[in-house]
T-cell receptor
Framework: GAVVSQHPSWVICKSGTSVKIECRSL??????MFWYRQFPKQSLMLMAT?????????EQGVEKDKFLINHASLTLSTLTVTSAHPEDSSFYIC????????????FGQGTRLTVV | AQSVTQLGSHVSVSEGALVLLRCNYS??????LFWYVQYPNQGLQLLLK??????LVKGINGFEAEFKKSETSFHLTKPSAHMSDAAEYFC???????????????FGKGTKLSVKP
């Protein structure tokens, strides 16, 4: 089956620093990648949708200057949390859809971000 | 607008008992419906999906779900629970009829399944 690899699986950083999270589709080309945020014991909230080669579409309330998304190729999207603060601590998950097969999204294993 | 409601944030069953996790959806267009499972500190794994074919959908690990348009439901069931089924389960809806270019998922709040020995 299709595999989405997310890296790192966990990261601890100091307030004010930036953190980059990578999402790679290992054995397929992903036209669209989605970034979600999950608070403890809550559901996944869509942050943004990114299409290869174009700017990401952010959901209402998500700061695009804080959560920078780059989708440079059909197999890689990155989320950079800039000037991180403790309230950014969360579980971030990416997903990707296969080019030409639109119904199913494949999820990465998630990244646990802790800002201290 | 689409939405998903999962009744019961926590369901507890005994090993070997029937598992029933409820999901109701709201959609103005024919929906695509999904059930995902999430183990602690991990991503989501697809259990099954409904994409307008057969209304009874069989998935992995013995799970199945039935799409009932009249009830706007897509409940997840498994005849006999196993200890390894203990996890968080999410129901999701996707609208791929709007040009098919996006199709982001809208998730329910999740149901935590506990299995007692």
């Amino acid at each position: 089956g299709a595999v989405v690899s997310q890296h790192p699986s966990w990261v601890i950083c100091k307030s004010g620093t930036s953190v980059k999270i990578e999402c790679r589709s290992l054995d397929f080309q992903a036209t669209t990648m989605f970034w979600y945020r999950q608070f403890p014991k809550q559901s996944l909230m869509l942050m943004a949708t990114s299409n290869e080669g174009s700017k990401a579409t952010y959901e209402q309330g998500v700061e695009k200057d804080k959560f920078l998304i780059n989708h440079a190729s059909l197999t890689l999207s990155t989320l950079t949390v800039t000037s991180a603060h403790p309230e950014d601590s969360s579980f971030y998950i990416c997903s990707a859809r296969i080019l030409g097969k639109g119904t199913e999204a494949f999820f990465g294993q998630g990244t646990r971000l802790t800002v201290v | 607008a689409q939405s998903v409601t999962q009744l019961g944030s926590h369901v507890s069953v005994s090993e070997g008992a029937l598992v029933l996790l409820r999901c109701n959806y709201s959609s103005s267009v024919p929906p695509y419906l999904f059930w995902y499972v999430q183990y602690p500190n991990q991503g989501l794994q697809l259990l099954l999906k409904y994409t307008s074919a057969a209304t009874l959908v069989k998935g992995i690990n013995g799970f199945e779900a039935e799409f009932k348009k009249s009830e706007t439901s897509f409940h997840l069931t498994k005849p006999s629970a196993h200890m390894s089924d203990a996890a968080e389960y999410f129901c999701a809806v996707s609208d791929l009829t709007n040009g098919g270019s996006q199709g982001n998922l809208i998730f329910g709040k999740g149901t935590k399944l506990s299995v007692k020995p």
